[in-house]
């Protein structure tokens, strides 16, 4: 199937330090895609992966798994790993779970973490009625398109692919346990208002991982897809002054080592 107009890939070449994005579940690149070029235009090296499935028509997420989205994110995150000095893993709502488990997995090779209304539970009682709805029924209404900006428009599925979906609720039992493992400088920005993940899935972020440099921002103009909404701009802003307090070189060009 072609990739919807949009929701491609993004690759940007710049200097020795790395960004690597990580979209959200059933959405696509295109929620990301001016945060990427928003840290582009200010000399980094950014890889913004289309994850498997996404991206397409939802019938094709069916066929996938968290273990299809995370190895897309590994491979791309070890491709910076080679060419940059530093590198840092960013993600929105399910992205922001991948980012974390990356974290978790790579230690020091990753520098730093920005989440936006990361998610880490499949919350209420669709939770456990998955194992067996997703073989009665192959999917439900979408949960794309929450942005409180008047025009906001993300583009992903109108379904949820319930295969997917248990998918990821087994997912996100595996990034909660590794949670402690995360030891990396993270800021974490999240919205009050967000229709997609309630404000405790940032709580019990911020309380389970075991990083000694934490900051929390709230968004408070902006609803789930923040990056697309009223504080778009201050997520970019926030985020390049995180990554430019860790690695000085943020910006610069020079000949790179792998991490």
Not at 53 to 81: F, K, N, P, S
Not at 124 to 130: C, E, P, Q, R
Not at 211 to 233: F, G, N, P, W
Request: net charge negative; aromatic share 6%.
């Amino acid at each position: 199937m072609p990739v919807l107009p949009g929701a491609e890939p993004y690759r940007h070449e710049g200097g020795e330090v790395g960004v690597l994005l990580c979209h959200g579940f059933t959405g696509s690149p295109q929620s990301l895609r001016p945060w990427a070029e928003y840290l582009a235009a200010r000399g980094l090296t950014v890889s913004l992966p289309l994850l498997p499935g996404h991206g397409t028509r939802w019938q094709d997420m069916q066929l996938t798994g968290w273990q299809d989205w995370y190895a897309e994110v590994d491979r791309a995150l070890r491709e910076l790993l080679e060419r940059c000095a530093q590198v840092f893993v960013l993600g929105l709502s399910m992205g922001g779970a991948l980012a974390l488990r990356l974290a978790a997995k790579h230690g020091p090779a990753i520098s730093g973490v920005v989440v936006v209304n990361p998610a880490v539970k499949v919350h209420g009682a669709v939770a456990y009625a998955l194992p067996v709805v997703r073989h009665l029924v192959p999917s439900t209404k979408g949960l794309t398109n929450d942005i409180a900006k008047e025009g906001g428009e993300e583009l992903g599925y109108d379904r949820v692919p319930l295969h997917a979906a248990h998918s990821l609720r087994n997912f996100f039992r595996l990034v909660d346990g590794a949670l402690p493992q995360v030891t990396q400088p993270l800021l974490l920005l999240h919205s009050p208002q967000d229709h997609v993940v309630p404000p405790a899935d940032s709580a019990r972020v911020l309380s389970r991982v075991s990083s000694a440099d934490v900051r929390e921002i709230l968004l408070e103009q902006s609803y789930h897809v923040a990056t697309l909404d009223h504080d778009a701009e201050r997520i970019f802003e926030e985020s390049h002054a995180f990554m430019s307090r860790l690695a000085p070189s943020v910006g610069k060009k020079g000949s790179t080592t792998g991490g």
